[in-house]
């Protein structure tokens, strides 16, 4: 079969190459990959940006959709359409940039008729975890009657599918971003007005005029510290990245005198009702429009070039690689 094989003996190699059904991990599932996408851990894993792959040799890929081919796990029958996301596959178990991958049965989540595999996979973890961002911010009350909702790194794959998802619930969305040729695109997936990152890229107050109801911050670094600086009394940041940096040059002020919450985003080893809960969501807000306007598809052997442009600023929205 078809697999992205990276290897580190004794250099570091992105290729796609043949590789053994017999060499695949020990599950309990095997599942025929009919679309995978790239994440900003994948293309961290593809360029060697990061150590994000733990263990040599690695099949890419952190998501995948298709079928089962066979299972030995009770929940799963061969013909099942089934969602992977996360849980260590492609960082220590081999991933679904491959036409098969041998899975837990635990990791996996029921497809929802709402969507096709080629969909799914244009939400991907980016779009999962988008939602987790959303599911936190209403936890914490955060309602569209509030006031202005923040979405940084707004043209990436989280924050685009972030802004089509608090738009279409009929929050008033506010995007951020360095790129000057996404504010048409970022409009139409309907952000109501679009800022320019650079100011936001530097130190800034400590404590700012209060202004977002609520934040979906992709980005870390000082842009996270300037949205903290500036949330509105007993608003509630959603923290999933670090595109800018992991550090948080912040303080305790936003927090003890404005009753700021920062919530913490984890896709990768979420628990599965929280999967559940997070795609039955998607189903029900996501517009397929709107997926349609965020996505390019790409076979295999253009993943690694894709993966490349990925990291440095050149995707806009997703991207699906197809098997």
Not at 93 to 108: D, I, M, R, V, Y
Not at 235 to 259: K, S
Not at 283 to 288: E, G, I, S
Request: with cysteine; net charge negative; hydrophobic share 45%.
């Amino acid at each position: 079969m078809k697999a992205l094989l990276l290897e580190k003996s004794p250099d570091f190699t992105a290729r796609v190459a043949e590789v053994s059904e017999a060499d695949l991990p020990q599950a309990d599932v095997r599942v025929r990959i009919s679309h995978s996408t790239l994440n900003f851990k994948d293309g961290l894993a593809i360029t060697n940006r990061s150590p994000v792959v733990r263990q040599w040799p690695m099949v890419a890929g952190i998501d995948g959709a298709g079928e089962v081919l066979a299972s030995n796990h009770p929940d799963w029958r061969v013909g099942d359409a089934v969602i992977l996301n996360g849980w260590g596959v492609g960082e220590t178990h081999w991933g679904c940039l491959a036409e098969q991958a041998s899975l837990k049965g635990e990791w996996l989540v029921r497809r929802p008729d709402a969507f096709t595999a080629h969909q799914t996979m244009a939400i991907g973890t980016a779009g999962y975890t988008a939602m987790l961002c959303v599911m936190a911010l209403q936890a914490h009350h955060v309602t569209p009657d509030q006031g202005e909702v923040l979405v940084t790194g707004a043209s990436g794959g989280v924050g685009s599918v972030a802004v089509a998802l608090l738009s279409a619930m009929g929050y008033h969305v506010v995007a951020l971003t360095g790129k000057a040729q996404s504010h048409d695109y970022l409009k139409g997936l309907g952000a109501q007005s679009v800022l320019d990152r650079a100011e936001w890229a530097n130190p800034g107050k400590p404590f700012q005029k209060e202004r977002w109801a609520g934040v979906v911050d992709a980005v870390g670094s000082h842009t996270l510290a300037n949205a903290l600086a500036q949330t509105r009394y007993g608003g509630t940041v959603a923290a999933c990245g670090l595109a800018q940096g992991m550090d948080l040059p912040a303080t305790v002020m936003p927090f003890i005198l404005r009753g700021v919450t920062l919530a913490g985003i984890d896709s990768v080893m979420a628990p599965l009702p929280l999967r559940q809960q997070a795609w039955a969501l998607l189903a029900q807000w996501l517009k397929p429009d709107a997926l349609a306007q965020i996505t390019e598809t790409v076979g295999l052997d253009q993943a690694i070039e894709r993966a490349q442009a990925l990291m440095a600023g050149q995707v806009q929205g997703r991207v699906v690689v197809a098997l």
